[in-house]
């Protein structure tokens, strides 16, 4: 989980380099393509019973989401610091159990969910229309984008079949380790005291959800 959320974050320290000089939506585009032709190899033959779903309108929300998530994220990394970018993403799992209670009839649940090939296919109705020629080092960043996603994701699934979800999702917050050290190092930002502070407050919150989160499930067992 650690290796996944350093990989994380140089995919995005590659992308807020190269938000400077290219729009947003070709860089969201080529990642999914890149990861989209990976998985597409690596299933083969299996590729088309991977698309069969009981929901399939869900799983396309669920991809258009993904892409919007990563669109927005990597517009704010262009004026943004990776820290401070990084912290605020931390609001997830907050939302993610306030959310949880009207729509899902739980008390506390997170649940995280790749739709990778789903995210390549809608990308590309809108790409063409923003694309701007790349020179041969700003495409082959936007390619390692897309291949350092996948063994990110994997390095996540590795995780959570090696351990229990609420023992593995805390070291999603080594995030802002690695963000201050990549932002730091590529770029030269020094997060300001309440930047930390904030990004403090929001980790300690969202540990705290992993911890009553594990004691319940440990109560129901």
């Known amino acids: 989980m650690v290796l996944a959320m350093a990989l994380f974050i140089s995919m995005d320290t590659m ?3 190269l938000g400077q000089s290219y729009p947003v939506i070709q860089i969201v585009w080529v990642r999914y393509l890149v990861a989209g032709t990976v998985l597409a190899l690596i299933l083969n033959r299996r590729l088309a019973a991977k698309f069969k779903s009981r929901n399939m309108k869900l799983q396309l929300l669920r ?11 990597y517009t704010g990394l262009r004026f943004m610091p990776l820290a401070e970018s990084s912290a605020i993403s931390f609001v997830g799992p907050l939302m993610v159990t306030a959310l949880a209670v009207p729509f ?6 997170v649940r995280r969910w790749a739709s990778v090939l789903v995210g ?3 990308t590309s109705t809108v790409a063409p229309f923003f694309w701007t020629p790349p020179t041969a080092p700003a495409l082959a ?3 390692c984008i897309g ?3 996948v063994v990110a994701h994997f390095a996540i699934i590795k995780a959570f079949v090696a ?3 609420t023992t593995v999702a805390p070291y999603n917050y080594t995030t802002i380790v690695w963000a201050t050290v990549f932002g730091f190092v590529v770029f030269g930002d ?3 005291p309440w930047t930390l502070s904030g990004a403090a407050i929001i980790v300690g919150s969202g540990l705290y959800i992993y911890y009553r989160e594990r004691i319940a499930r440990a109560k129901v067992d």
Request: without cysteine; aromatic residues 6%; glycine residues 14%.
């Open 120 to 122: 390549a296919a809608l």
């Open 190 to 192: 020094r997060p300001d």
């Open 163 to 165: 351990a229990p979800a």
């Open 104 to 109: 899902l009839g739980e008390r506390v649940g």
């Open 141 to 143: 960043l936007m390619v």
């Open 147 to 149: 291949l350092v996603g």
């Open 15 to 17: 992308a807020k380099h």
């Open 63 to 73: 991809g258009g989401l993904l892409v919007a998530t990563n669109f927005l994220f």
